[in-house]
């Protein structure tokens, strides 16, 4: 159905705190990153999708038109799509849509954040309604620390279980990110260090969450003909899919997230996955929290409903398990927002094209990226292969 | 490339709603589901498009959007501008994977601050935003060059909004409507030289929705698909300094959606034309640039009455962006009413003559730094 497109070039920004260089450089640092690896020039590039985290992130609007000239699109058609946290995602469909269309065979996506420069967690609060939910809402954590606790509930998981496991998950990304270059929190930590760190909303702790990064990404799409031109080993999308759920927390069941249960499905289905946990070789999942990563397995059928924590012990999730999750230290090291979730696709395709380096999965041929957003609310999936 | 027709549409009047953004967006979709006779979830794919904190007075918009647009548990993504989500809908039936595709797009315009204190938001916080730059002093700064290059008269741009808002007491959507004289233009208070008060759009309340379907699938849904021709979009530089204000980007964002049509010659193949003009004068530059007159002739073209509703080539017969502007929507209520027009549907302010090829536009940013043009046809 429609044409094949492939992912030629990737970019990112060396995240963390960037004070030595403005927003639009950071942008333009990541831009240059992707043309370089994908041996084009701004002058192939026929149009340009961006988004970020909504405007008060870094206290200007319509950002796309603020990096016209960072990005090269200038004379260019642009898009923007915004979806919160899932924007990455977002874009990333928009720009496989664009050349799926037949309009254009080259396109390159952009996503950033500098978050050193805003209030991360304020700007979060204005996510809820100005009526009913904004009374209650306390930034990120409050929201995802409550679908934990009614996950640990609904499926009798033994508390120190669950904090186990979620320690367990908080070292392996702190050691991943040890060997990604571009990750922000770059530091060894310990199981006692994890269990013992500040209580941020009961149970997660500081090192089962996020840091705020400053950072930007960016991918170069292009159309089978072009790609097999340009591009001695391309990355082919496989899958993709978008969901999301009420705009009232209260209104659906967070501990099965029918949001992100679905779009998996549907992106199983577009790349003819039966056995996610067999099938795929690598995931890069959204995980600025430690708990919810489990809650994703097992929406993404990785293991059965209630058994992530059992899984995490068993260690398949590792770098040597069964299925290497977030090799690349995922979003609890390094988060920039709306570049976050086209960092997962980036790494996804730096996994299958064999270009991770020290994170490298041995032969990763399919993998699996996501990013989530909203007040836990959407969920978008894209998957990629090594063949056609 | 598959066809990519328009089925049924609707929208809602520009005044202020006495319903909720959360009601207002459902009422109007369902007005265009219940129009093309399908149910939400029978929908391939919703895109919306709204604006982040600024212009709902939340952030991440689609998170409250998402419910009265019915893209529950759908595929749906959100953009930041109604052209752009009617693109990337018409993109997403051209890729083969949608067959029917709900655009919509969102403002509730009285419900937050005035756009001046909204746009001076495009401004970087560290050079421009501290000179008071926002969408209408850069505007000031467009027109006044405009009247200097081309002798482009005061009395010339004031009679665009007698034009407009004289279109739109025909109008039962729009927001402003009244009828004005070239004196009540110029006599109106001036709101940053040249500019006068009647002459800046105001701020309106706006939810639009259209349904887009493939080609077997539109034809399937309605009796006479409108038919997307072509499309385009083109971005200026951020920096007003590195901009002539009167060359921008719109050449290019036109040539696009020309070649894509197969219009060699806009102004005979094109009947009537929608323009986003948040600025009287703006009408007048952005019919040079779509190649409707030559360069520096705007001015002629509305002295020559042929721009009237009843004139050769109409221009805004729905009273445009002056008369209605819900700020993220305007540019698809540019759309929907070129596809009324050419349904023969406008009532009151359906233009004379007959219309077969229709030519939307949208612009945003200072000065339009970014525009988008969208060709209907019968």
Not at chain 2, 42 to 61: N, Q, R, T
Not at chain 2, 246 to 275: C, F, T, V, W
Request: glycine share 10%; proline share 4%; aromatic share 8%.
């Amino acid at each position: 159905m429609g044409r094949a497109v492939a992912i030629i070039g990737t970019g990112q920004t060396k995240h963390g705190r960037r004070n030595d260089v403005s927003y639009p450089e950071l942008v333009r640092e990541a831009v240059i990153a992707a043309l370089e690896d994908a041996g084009i020039t701004f002058k192939d590039i026929e149009g340009v999708v961006h988004g970020t985290m909504p405007s008060m992130m870094e206290g200007i609007s319509d950002t796309h038109l603020y990096f016209a000239d960072a990005m090269g699109a200038v004379g260019k058609p642009v898009l923007k799509t915004e979806t919160c946290g899932s924007t990455g995602q977002s874009i990333a469909h928009c720009g496989f849509y664009w050349v799926a269309s037949g309009t254009a065979d080259i396109i390159l996506v952009v996503g950033s954040e500098k978050m050193f420069e805003g209030d991360g967690q304020a700007t979060m609060t204005t996510v809820a309604d100005p009526w009913f939910t904004k009374q209650f809402s306390a930034g990120a954590p409050m929201v995802f620390t409550m679908q934990s606790m009614e996950w640990i509930y609904r499926f009798k998981i033994p508390e120190d279980k669950a904090r186990d496991a979620a320690a367990i998950i908080s070292v392996s990304n702190h050691e991943n990110a040890l060997k990604n270059p571009y990750a922000h929190l770059r530091q060894k930590v310990t199981i006692e260090e994890v269990k013992n760190a500040m209580i941020i909303t009961y149970p997660v702790r500081l090192m089962d969450v996020c840091p705020a990064s400053d950072g930007a990404c960016a991918i170069i799409y292009a159309s089978e003909d072009k790609a097999k031109k340009i591009c001695k080993k391309p990355a082919w999308i496989k899958g993709l899919s978008f969901r999301g759920e009420e705009f009232f927390y209260g209104e659906s069941n967070k501990s099965i997230w029918p949001s992100a249960t679905e779009a998996a499905k549907e992106a199983y289905s577009q790349a003819g996955i039966h056995d996610p946990l067999k099938e795929l070789d690598v995931a890069e999942i959204y995980n600025p929290f430690t708990y919810q990563e489990m809650i994703f397995y097992e929406c993404f059928g990785f293991c059965p409903r209630g058994q992530a924590p059992d899984y995490v012990v068993k260690g398949t999730f590792l770098m040597d398990g069964q299925l290497p999750c977030d090799p690349s230290g995922g979003v609890l090291c390094t988060n920039p927002i709306g570049a976050t979730g086209l960092i997962r696709l980036a790494e996804a395709v730096l996994q299958v094209t064999g270009k991770a380096g020290e994170h490298q999965v041995d032969g990763a041929k399919l993998a699996l990226s996501h990013a989530m957003g909203g007040i836990d609310q959407f969920n978008g999936i894209t998957i990629v292969g090594s063949e056609l | 490339m598959r066809r990519v027709g328009i089925t049924q549409l609707a929208q809602s009047s520009g005044v202020e709603s006495k319903e909720n953004l959360m009601d207002l967006t459902y009422w109007v979709n369902k007005e265009v589901l219940d129009k093309v006779g399908l149910q939400r979830d029978e929908l391939d794919c919703i895109i919306i498009a709204s604006s982040d904190i600024f212009h709902s007075g939340l952030s991440c918009a689609n998170a409250f959007d998402w419910d009265g647009a019915g893209a529950f548990m759908l595929e749906a993504t959100r953009a930041e501008d109604s052209m752009f989500s009617f693109i990337y809908g018409c993109m997403r039936i051209m890729s083969g994977h949608f067959d029917t595709v709900l655009v919509t797009s969102i403002v509730k315009g009285s419900e937050n601050a005035e756009n001046d204190a909204l746009t001076s938001f495009f401004a970087d916080p560290f050079y421009l935003r501290p000179l008071g730059m926002n969408e209408t002093t850069a505007a000031a700064l467009q027109m006044r060059a405009y009247m200097q290059r081309y002798k482009i008269t005061e009395e010339q741009c004031a009679k665009v909004v007698v034009k407009n808002l004289g279109n739109a007491v025909f109008n039962p959507h729009a927001h402003i409507k009244k009828k004005v004289s070239v004196e009540d233009v110029l006599n109106s208070k001036v709101i940053c030289d040249p500019l006068k008060a009647l002459e800046c759009a105001p701020k309106s309340d706006g939810v639009v929705s259209i349904i887009l379907a493939s080609e077997d699938k539109a034809k399937e849904l309605c009796d006479k698909p409108i038919w997307v021709k072509g499309f385009g979009s083109a971005m200026d530089h951020f920096n007003l300094g590195d901009r002539d204000l009167l060359n921008g980007q719109l050449p290019i964002a036109a040539s696009h959606a020309y070649k894509m049509a197969g219009i060699r010659q806009p102004r005979k193949r094109i009947d009537m034309a929608e323009i986003c003009e948040p600025y009287a004068f703006q009408e007048l530059l952005w019919c040079e640039k779509l190649g409707f007159c030559d360069e520096g002739e705007g001015g002629k073209l509305i002295d020559s009455g042929e721009t009237q509703m009843d004139g050769a080539f109409p221009i805004n017969p729905s009273g445009g962006v002056l008369a209605m502007n819900p700020y993220v929507s305007r540019g698809m209520y540019r759309i929907v009413e070129c596809a009324l027009q050419i349904r023969g549907k406008a009532g009151e302010h359906q233009v004379d003559k007959k219309v077969k090829t229709a030519l939307a536009h949208g612009t945003h940013g200072f000065a339009g730094q970014c525009h988008s043009v969208v060709i209907l046809e019968r």
